[in-house]
Nanobody, 118 residues
Framework: QVQLVESGGGLVQPGGSLRLSCAASGFTFSSYAMSWYRQAPGKERELVAVISSVGGSTNYADSVKGRFTISRDNAKNTVYLQMNSLKPEDTAVYYC???????????WGQGTQVTVSS
């Protein structure tokens, strides 16, 4: 049974930091590219960051470049999103996503709420 379980969300003041985690199980984690997406109220889900299966390649949305860092620990089947210098516009539900080689399988977590507010 495939599971992606996000954690680490919460309420933080502008300028603060949070680290999201996504624990994966039920598939060969080290073979999958992993991503973080987010969806704010009334908006479409958007890609925030992606990391290749072995972690050698990362890409970020322009809105988070220089502030967010995606990483993974294949020994722990976990992907992380370190979020620094948070802004109110970063408020959203953040989702973990796993995509298999050749994009034959696509899994989602249940999401974790991040709220940036004073």
């Amino acid at each position: 049974q495939v599971q992606l379980v996000e954690s680490g969300g919460g309420l933080v003041q502008p300028g603060g930091s949070l680290r999201l985690s996504c624990a994966a199980s039920g598939f060969t984690f080290s073979s999958y590219a992993m991503s973080w997406y987010r969806q704010a109220p009334g908006k479409e889900r958007e890609l925030v960051a992606v990391i290749s299966s072995v972690g050698g390649s990362t890409n970020y949305a322009d809105s988070v470049k220089g502030r967010f860092t995606i990483s993974r620990d294949n020994a722990k089947n976990t992907v992380y999103l370190q979020m620094n210098s948070l802004k109110p516009e970063d408020t959203a539900v953040y989702y973990c996503n796993a995509v298999s080689p050749f994009v034959t399988e696509n899994y989602w977590g249940q999401g974790t709420q991040v709220t940036v507010s004073s």
